[in-house]
Nanobody, 115 residues
Framework: QVQLVESGGGLVQPGGSLRLSCAASKNIFSIYIMGWYRQAPGKQRELVASVTSIGVTNYADSVKGRFTISRDKAKNTVYLQMNSLKPEDTAVYYC?????????WGQGTQVTVSS
């Protein structure tokens, strides 16, 4: 069993910053890609950012230049640094990892951007 544990969500004012963390269980031989998705009320779930096992990153157009995804392979952890946050970023953020053709998901963490 693979477990993803998310942390770092919360309430922040517009223009502020927040960093999300997602730690995968240690009993994983190979994670091909890890990423962050988000889902706002009434909206479809969308990819925010991802990073492959060789460090290739991908970002949604709406967050380019503001968000940065990074990883610590030794700790099986992926981070999402979110800067210049906007109210439109408000959503539940989900961590995702793909290993051996199987997708694993975190429990979700709420990010609220409001003054």
């Amino acid at each position: 069993q693979v477990q993803l544990v998310e942390s770092g969500g919360g309430l922040v004012q517009p223009g502020g910053s927040l960093r999300l963390s997602c730690a995968a269980s240690k009993n994983i031989f190979s994670i091909y890609i890890m990423g962050w998705y988000r889902q706002a009320p009434g909206k479809q779930r969308e990819l925010v950012a991802s990073v492959t096992s060789i460090g290739v990153t991908n970002y949604a157009d709406s967050v380019k230049g503001r968000f940065t995804i990074s990883r610590d392979k030794a700790k099986n952890t992926v981070y999402l640094q979110m800067n210049s946050l906007k109210p439109e970023d408000t959503a539940v953020y989900y961590c995702n990892a793909r290993s051996a053709g199987v997708d694993y998901w975190g429990q979700g963490t709420q990010v609220t951007v409001s003054s």
